[in-house]
């Protein structure tokens, strides 16, 4: 009987403990929301020192790090989140985000492929990783990644301009005008500035 008691205490301790870990963490979601970063630390902190495997936790308190420029920082935060949740797409789309701020961009675009993994609609990984792409000045294959951006949401404006971009730079001037004039009349107004710059002047070999 004394055992029984023993280890129903147990269990409810530990409910109790991963419930006090969730609620810190979500009291540090909150004060994110509130801008009040050194209390949402604080009780992000207390939520891993409960619960070392709080994916949330780490995330959260990762993304406060990358704000406050403690890049290094963050990144062993996010390492850490997606040990604990491999399934995280927005885990591996943030660390990713963190190489590429420190020029890593081969492990950024395995980052933002993991993501896409998960999530094979995750536009904004599409975009970093073509990003990080154009970057390595491998144009065809950002061109890929953005035009599959386009497949997703064909009035992106964003994708417009940036394919407009790349088809310029990787020598398809035909196309890469045509893409610029899209995103002009979806209201990007930047694309009107490179077309003047770019466009205007007699193409030949795209026919």
């Not at 403990?17 to 979500?26: G, R, V």
């Not at 509130?34 to 207390?46: Q, R, S, T, V």
């Not at 406060?64 to 850490?80: I, P, Q, S, V």
């Amino acid at each position: 009987m004394r055992k029984t008691a023993l280890l129903v205490f147990t269990f409810l301790s530990f409910g109790v403990l991963a419930q006090t870990s969730k609620e810190y963490t979500q009291k540090g979601r909150e004060l994110i929301g509130k801008h009040d970063y050194m209390e949402a630390i604080l009780n992000l902190n207390k939520a891993i020192e409960l619960d070392a495997k709080n994916s949330s936790a780490f995330f959260l308190r990762a993304t406060l790090k990358e704000k406050f420029e403690d890049l290094h920082g963050a990144m062993k935060d996010y390492n850490t989140a997606i040990e604990a949740n491999p399934k995280s797409a927005d885990a591996f789309f943030a660390r990713g985000n963190v190489k590429m701020r420190l020029q890593d961009y081969y492990g950024a675009i395995e980052d933002f492929s993991a993501a896409i993994a998960v999530n094979e609609n995750f536009v904004e990984a599409y975009f970093s990783r073509g990003k990080a792409k154009q970057l390595l000045m491998a144009y065809e294959d950002a061109i890929n990644d953005v035009t599959k951006i386009i497949q997703i949401n064909p009035k992106s404006v964003d994708a417009y301009y940036m394919r407009g971009i790349l088809r310029i730079d990787f020598g398809d001037m035909k196309n890469g005008c045509l893409d610029l004039s899209k995103a002009g009349e979806l209201g990007d107004l930047r694309a009107y500035e490179v077309i003047k710059e770019k466009c205007n002047t007699k193409v030949t070999g795209n026919d």
